[in-house]
């Protein structure tokens, strides 16, 4: 898919969440080009006018940093999420670096941030990160990287994500992992894999399960729509990380 990405300025990019335990969230891109087919976050585009299909632009907001900076000063203190609609390092992070810059202003200000990616580019940035204030999640939803092509085709490999997980662990900082939303896949091959990198773990359902129902019905999958299927799904994922905290959406 062709990718198109525009640079644009922003009037602010902390603002209030309800996302439970956060007060602020930051967005630094408008778009993702993970392409995610179940994502949530393709209602933006209601908003910005965007019209070509979720995964294939990025808008980035160059003035991110300098917006924060002046809103952070002035700002009640609260967790910040980072992000709550598009991943804070797609592969234009590499480029422009706001998600950096913004991470220096957060960590001047002393705000702690919870970072959540599907993206190994984190590491890039574990230097800030060791010095704050932070916990990083990374979202693997499924062991089966045929499962991630055709759910996450733009998304890094399995492999890669808790290879990410295992780094940044080994450097003391607090990891979860994001299982969400449950994906076709083996859930104690899935924990055996994740265990010794987490403090904790969050799962969630397919909650917009209309978004990729297609996909489910074309490679043979409707029984994982099922609601009781996707609960033991879940109480055998809660048991193979028996020693973490878990919490289920």
């Known amino acids: 898919m062709r990718q198109k990405v525009k640079e644009i300025e922003v009037r602010s990019v902390l603002t209030k969440t309800g996302i439970p335990g956060k007060k602020y969230c930051i967005n630094p891109y408008i778009g993702c080009v993970h392409a995610c087919k179940y994502c949530y976050a393709t209602f933006m585009k209601k908003f910005t006018g965007h019209i070509e299909p979720w995964g294939s632009f990025v808008d980035v907001k160059i003035n991110a940093p300098e917006r924060l900076e002046k809103q952070l000063k002035r700002a009640e203190r609260g967790d910040i999420i980072m992000s709550s609609v598009t991943d804070p390092y797609q592969p234009v992070e590499s480029k422009y670096m706001i998600t950096r810059k913004c991470l220096e202003i957060i960590a001047s200000h002393g705000f702690p941030v919870d970072i959540l990616t599907k993206s190994p580019l984190v590491l890039r940035d574990i230097d800030i990160i060791s010095e704050m204030n932070a916990e990083v999640g990374i979202t693997i939803t499924t062991d089966d990287d045929s499962i991630r092509r055709i759910f996450e085709p ?16 080994k450097k003391g900082i607090d990891t979860y992992v994001f299982i969400g939303p449950c994906l076709p896949m083996d859930p104690e091959a899935l924990a055996r894999k994740i265990r010794p990198y987490v403090n904790s773990v969050l799962i969630d359902r397919m909650n917009y399960e209309s978004r990729a129902k297609g996909l489910y019905r074309k490679f043979g999958m409707e029984k994982w729509l099922d609601d009781k299927y996707i609960t033991e799904i879940i109480m055998r994922l809660k048991k193979g990380f028996s020693d973490k905290q878990v919490e289920v959406c």
């Open 154 to 169: 733009n998304a890094p490999v399995i492999s890669a994500r808790i290879e990410a997980l295992k780094t940044l662990h």
